[in-house]
């Protein structure tokens, strides 16, 4: 199977091992959401048991947010070409936390 960055464009064969990861940060993100519904669950059929629901959810939403937001999102526009890059910081792609940055604000390396 061919990787593909979140807009559905194909990556290059050397950047397929990172956005695999990041297709796997997404699996993850997706077990997280089943967890913090059986989380709810428990609160709503064991109400009697006393445990910090909400807490376990918010850490459940930050562990998933993190994962999506660092992930491999899009391949850098410098392509590997500029030595030092500011955006990818040499990675060659960028996390979707950085792709959403206006480039005044983003890092410089």
């Keep these: ?17 990172a956005f695999a ?9 997706a077990k997280i959401n089943v967890l913090e519904a059986e989380v709810k669950t428990l609160q709503a059929n064991y109400f009697e048991v006393d445990f910090r629901v909400e807490e376990c959810v918010r850490a459940l939403r930050k562990a998933r947010n993190i994962l999506l937001e660092d992930a491999p999102y899009e391949r850098c526009e410098c392509l590997g070409k500029v030595p ?26």
């Excluded at 199977?1 to 091992?17: I, T």
């Design 1 to 17: 199977m061919r990787e593909r960055d979140a807009e559905g464009k194909p990556v290059p064969d050397w950047l397929a091992d």
């Design 21 to 29: 990861v990041g297709r796997r940060f997404r699996e993850v993100g």
């Design 84 to 109: 030092g890059c500011h955006i990818c910081l040499g990675r060659q792609w960028i996390s979707a936390s950085r792709y959403r940055r206006p480039s005044h604000l983003r890092p410089r390396g």
